[in-house]
């Protein structure tokens, strides 16, 4: 079982950057699609991103599209987050998941989940 912890979360500015790494333990990353998401406040759980076993193949909310890039390192079993152009709705508690799916989509179940990080955006 695969034990995830998202790390880079933080109190930034509208236009600023972040990079939100999720480190995993108990199992290798390669045998997994991951994901993130995403909860605001007052909203439901939103999908972000997903990645390929490989990273050969990632998929992106339209919201973030164009703005985040989603990578990852299966040496160093971490995935990440690259945000950039950051706007105040991007203000969220981040989560990234792991899913036995090898080419995630957005409609993926999920398997396993870390506790997820705040990210903050003033205006």
């Known amino acids: 079982q695969v034990q995830l912890v998202e790390s880079g979360g933080g109190l930034v500015q509208a236009g600023d950057s972040l990079r939100l790494s999720c480190g995993a333990s108990?199992?290798?990353?390669?045998?997994?699609?991951m994901g993130w998401f995403r909860h605001g406040p007052g909203n439901e759980r939103e999908f972000v991103a997903t990645?390929?076993?490989?990273?050969?193949?990632?998929y992106y909310a339209d919201s973030v599209k164009g703005r985040f890039t989603v990578s990852r390192d299966n040496g160093k079993n971490t995935v990440y987050l690259q945000m950039n152009s950051l706007k105040p709705e991007d203000t969220a508690v981040y989560y990234c998941?792991?899913?036995?799916?090898?080419?995630?989509?957005?409609?993926?179940?999920?398997?396993?989940w870390g506790q997820g990080t705040q990210v903050t955006v003033s205006s």
């Open positions: 990645i390929s076993w490989n990273g050969a193949f990632t």
């Open positions: 108990g199992d290798t990353l390669r045998r997994y699609g």
């Open positions: 998941a792991a899913s036995r799916e090898l080419e995630p989509s957005r409609r993926t179940e999920f398997d396993y």
